[in-house]
């Protein structure tokens, strides 16, 4: 970190800077002076303060330990390039191909990568909104760096501060042995860190630290929704936006005894002592080893066959009993999150990015279209915790009865089976969590295929890309998108910034006297607004049969099946009488009548009468 403390003459290769950017001025943060750069954005000034540190390097001893807080330092720190990216696998699925490669880290890959980044409008405001960014990447992936993140636009448009962090990922964030050697999620405590240094600092870059806002997509989301929940966190901000994801998810947090179960079956396949049972003793021999190596091996603890086969994350966050007290689900059935008002949605095409990454009948490079037996197949394939009898009524609910002509139905109907159960629904669960407990909560369907889309047309608008429409990407003419783009994109940018003053995406300010166009999420109406260039409208929903389906009807269907499927097994039935097959299950509102055969241990629906409206 010292070389960093000299003016920095060479950019990095893959980001360079343009010849008529400045310096700016020196800025005093708790831990000493800092210089950026001055940028030209569309023909106004933005302060750029690239790489700042906020934790000592997790190097050494601190490997899977809890950040500590960056030393001070005497000079002035040249701020001036974005930092390092933390330790991390890039994606080799689509090797040159600009849809998968614009997520891979654009600056080099380090263990020392705790820093921070800070955007400033000029000229320099006081008491400006502040908007803090956590990337997503399924907690194994992602860096601050990347193009879509970058807050210049924001800034610029919106006189907001804008600041994003980088944070450590997988074994190196999320190993857990239930000591203090690696008390596991360091990756968010990374970002507590974070926020913690913008309640010391912000007011330096004219940002008002009681008017913190945090957004985030996918694992963003998720760690954003973490924070809410968190008691070391919830007092270091004052509203959430959460895209396409929260803790509700079934990949963001997992059991801590399966945790530690993976870090010694790290350990052991590394080459650690096989017969040492002291935690401890492992991750000191882990604390040995090169991060490569770690980071080579630590998607071979992760059982193929398990549930979640696509969303099995080898190290998420679990519940610490420090930072994460509680299970989040627990949480949002006692009301005990953050007392504030959220701004949630998700992209129409949640699933399709997923399904071309190895999912039976689907390429990125083909129409992707699938028959039925292909289509009950996949459905196994992506949630292998489903038994024959689940996976036939995931069918049945998702087949789209009415276009039983159309040879893309199928298609896009796994689409929704993943997108809805895996990002779907979880983000609208937090939404109906928190008006249920009298707050208000705002709600989004991003419905726009951008047209300089890199992947193909069919793919739809997919997760992750509504973001360079709030990172503002589209009012610049040099990213190619069309003119109605560039105006979606001022749209979604008012909308949040809007939201993060004044907690109403309508408002500019409290005296504002515009129209509420988008209108809150109410259990009434479950209405959410659709984001494209069709202009603005509201609907009602959104997803609440399927919804309904996988959070109230298929838990209680799969208990019942499982316990019928393992009794079979066990008794060996050849074949069972139609009327002793017969279940009936019941769940909320709907009512789902099923009649079995059975023959050979093996499980098939005969009769599937339908579903009804209670």
Known sequence: MASRLLLQILPLLMFVWSSVDAATSVVTT????????????????????????????????????????VESWTGVYEATQFPNSCV????????????????????????????LNVWQPTPAPTGATVLVWIYGGGFFSGTSSLDVYD??????????????????????????SGSEAAPGNVGLLDQHLALLWVQQNVHAFGGDPAKVTIFGESAGAASVNFHMISPMSRNLFQRAIMQSASALAPWAVRPSEQARKRTKALAIDIGCSAEEEDMDALVACLRDVPAQTILDHEWNVVDLTGAHFLADIPFPPIKDGSFLTEDPAEVYEKGTF???????????????????YGVPGFSKDTDSIIDRETFVGDIGFCHPWLNDITVEATAFEYTDWLHMDQDTMYRDALDSVFGDYFFVCPTTAVGKGH???????????????????????????????????????????????????????????????????????????PDDTTDDIWRPYTEEGREYIILDTDGTRMLSGPKSKQCAFWERYMPSLQKETDHLLRQAKRQKISQCPEMECQRSFESGQRTFENLWSLKEGKVHIARVAKWGEG
């Open 30 to 69: 708790s831990a000493g002076q800092v210089r950026g750069l001055e940028l030209d954005v569309l023909g106004r000034k933005v302060n750029a303060y690239l790489g700042i540190p906020f934790a000592k390097p997790p190097v050494g001893d601190l490997r899977f330990r809890a950040p500590e807080p």
């Open 88 to 115: 991390l696998a890039p994606d080799e699925a689509f090797p040159g191909f600009h849809g998968a490669e614009m997520w891979n880290p654009n600056t080099p890959i380090s263990e020392d990568c705790l820093y």
């Open 151 to 176: 807050g210049r636009y924001l800034a610029r448009m919106e006189d907001v501060v804008v600041v994003s962090m980088n944070y450590r990922l997988g074994a190196l964030g999320f190993l857990y």
């Open 338 to 356: 953050k007392d504030i008002d959220i701004l949630v949605g998700f992209v129409k095409n949640e699933g399709n990015f997923w399904l071309v």
């Open 435 to 509: 008006i249920n407990h009298g707050r208000t909560a705002y709600v989004y369907e991003f419905a726009q295929v951008a047209s300089n889309l890199a992947w193909p047309h069919w793919m739809g608008a997919m997760h992750g890309y509504e973001i360079e429409f709030i990172f503002g990407l589209p009012i610049d003419p040099k990213w190619n998108y069309t003119a109605e783009e560039g105006e979606l994109a001022r749209r979604m940018m008012r909308y949040w910034t809007n939201f993060a003053r004044t907690g109403n995406p309508n408002k500019r300010s």
